[in-house]
């Protein structure tokens, strides 16, 4: 049976060190709602919509109640829509609409985040995929729940570069709709190289082509768990370090397993994943760069600051594919900019820069995330970014992904707010030398090498 | 049989026990097993409950024990599925 200092050490989990279940996705596919027809498009999406997931955020709160564990976000992620648009589309326009109705439905059924408004153009665009991407930036800036995302390049396809170039004018046109608001359409707003298909993480979800037709992923979280178990083995060897960190991430995945498990019974919809991911906030006590510091750093971004994460990220692996059989999505340590407080720390201090960030996202997941940039910061500069980042992700074979908010009308010395789970952040120094001569040539970059497997 | 943990942190007082086992008992909620110690004056109690018999819904029940710990003893009370601890200490 169960005894005291197990249930006492569950509990000071979740009081004390911000122990939850970040999101309890729900996958939906879009793709039976195809129709050359806007009006009926938009109604079938919505009804779609409303009719999966009307249970979710009860279902969500109920579990939360039986086991006494936050379940912080219910999201909805759907078929990329340029998939399911295409023929129904014939504006950018037309694509808002679509939005607009995406953001309806997600009210209507109170989840915190919609995803999929996307297009996977990492080989070539289709003229829906590109007029989907155009419209990115009204959509953004007209809609709440609505969260887009492209995916760039893979380690099969190669970098489309075209694209590349292209977003790196949609994120500054977004930024631009979005002023008033410190330009926060940029925050819902990511590019990926090999994106994968079972997100459940914003901003970058969507439901695949390869999956069910309603799945249920579920994303853990838990960097202060971590960080409180390595204040307990100060200055032991890297043997004891990987130890408490897979022995921590087990029993943090394991609760992700159970509402998983539980979300998938209650709502009669297969379980999909667990994503294994460290996910901080900005609350105290919730940060990733915070177990970096308890390992050893003076701040994120001190030299031995890649090393630990990489150790930090495998641990975590291996400790959460022993809890759950199913584990998928970004599974690994986030380490967003302004959701986490020792990264903002280590940021407003110069410890942490981009280019050593760019440097964190070879060995974790995800990539650059929620970093502010100047507003003035050019197009062409933002894409030579993005065309790093994805072929970090292109030739490692993992997954890498860009959020940078350039903030109009602010620049390096600035802080931006962006509320909430969002946080807020120093504006970065971006590199001031020119790409664009790089960016601007057509076509795209071929996979690599490695790539020809078969 | 399905389990349920009750907790329950506070000062130490008169009649926590007492209370928290009258309403359990009047919700047809059979204790298994009573574990408790007392730390500088603060009361730390576990037990293990068979909530197979409640006719409530879970969320009810342990939202009144809750407010019952809140308002009535002063004493943080909490009830959660077994299942939460099993998932995260049993292999």
Do not use: W
Not at chain 1, 84 to 112: F, M, P
Not at chain 1, 171 to 177: I, N, P, V
Not at chain 1, 274 to 282: G, I, K, M, R
């Amino acid at each position: 049976m169960i005894n005291f200092r197990e249930v006492s050490e569950t509990n000071k989990m979740i009081d004390q060190e911000n122990l939850d279940v970040r999101t309890i996705t729900m996958g939906i596919s879009l793709l039976d709602c195809a129709d050359a027809d806007l009006d009926r498009l938009c109604s079938k999406i919505h009804d779609k919509i409303v009719q999966s997931a009307r249970e979710l955020v009860k279902t969500g709160e109920e579990i939360s109640a039986d086991f006494g564990i936050p379940i912080v976000n219910k999201r909805i992620s759907v078929t990329p829509i340029s998939l399911v648009a295409g023929a129904a589309c014939r504006s950018t326009g037309d694509y808002v609409r679509i939005a607009k109705t995406l953001d309806e439905a997600a009210h209507e059924v109170h989840v915190n985040f919609l995803g999929g408004f996307s297009a996977l153009v990492s080989k070539g665009m289709t003229p829906a995929e590109e007029l989907l991407i155009r419209s990115i930036p009204e959509a953004l800036s007209q809609t709440e729940l609505v969260c887009a995302s492209v995916c760039l390049g893979s380690t099969r396809t190669g970098i489309n570069m075209d694209a590349v170039r292209l977003m790196g004018k949609i994120f500054k046109q977004t930024a631009e709709l979005t002023k008033d608001k410190d330009s926060l359409g940029c925050a819902k707003l990511v590019v990926f190289c090999n994106a994968p298909d079972d997100n459940p993480f914003m901003a970058g979800a969507f439901h695949g082509v390869t999956e069910a037709d309603r799945i249920i992923n579920v994303g853990v979280s838990g960097p202060g768990v971590v960080k409180t178990a390595l204040e307990s083995i100060h200055g032991e060897s890297f043997e004891v370090l990987c130890e408490t960190v897979k022995k921590t991430a087990f029993k943090v995945t394991r609760v992700g397993m159970l509402v998983a498990q539980e979300a998938s019974k209650r709502l009669h919809v297969p379980f999909g994943i667990v994503d294994l991911s460290l996910a901080p906030t900005p609350a105290i006590g919730d940060s990733v760069a915070d177990i970096l510091c308890e390992m050893g750093l003076e701040q994120a971004g001190a030299p031995g600051t890649t090393a630990a994460l990489a150790l930090l990220n495998d641990q975590v692996k291996k400790g959460g594919v022993m809890a759950s059989s199913y584990v998928g999505g970004l599974s690994g340590a986030f380490i967003p900019v302004s959701e986490d407080q020792g990264m903002i720390r280590a940021a407003e201090c110069g410890a942490l820069t981009i280019e050593k960030l760019e440097a964190m996202t070879c060995v974790c997941s995800v990539g650059l995330d929620m970093i502010a940039i100047p507003g003035d910061t050019k197009e062409t500069t933002i894409s030579g970014i993005i065309a790093d980042e994805m072929a970090i992700g292109m030739v490692n074979a993992k997954t890498t992904a860009v959020r940078v908010i350039p903030v109009i009308g602010k620049g390096v010395g600035d802080t931006v707010e962006f509320g909430g789970l969002l946080g807020y952040a120093p504006i970065m120094p971006v590199n001031r030398y020119d790409c664009s001569e790089f960016v601007s040539r057509k076509g795209r970059i071929p996979a690599p090498i490695h790539s020809f497997k078969n | 049989m399905k389990k349920a943990i009750i907790t329950v942190v506070g000062k130490d007082t008169v009649g926590i026990i007492a209370r928290i086992c009258t309403y359990l008992a009047e919700h047809r909620i059979n204790i298994l097993d009573i574990s408790q110690t007392i730390v500088d004056g603060y009361f730390n109690m576990m037990m293990v409950v068979d909530i197979s018999a409640l006719q409530e819904p879970f969320s009810t029940m342990s939202a009144e024990l809750t407010r019952i710990g809140e308002q009535k003893i002063g004493v943080q009370i909490r009830c959660q599925k077994e299942e939460i601890f099993d998932s995260m200490h049993r292999i």
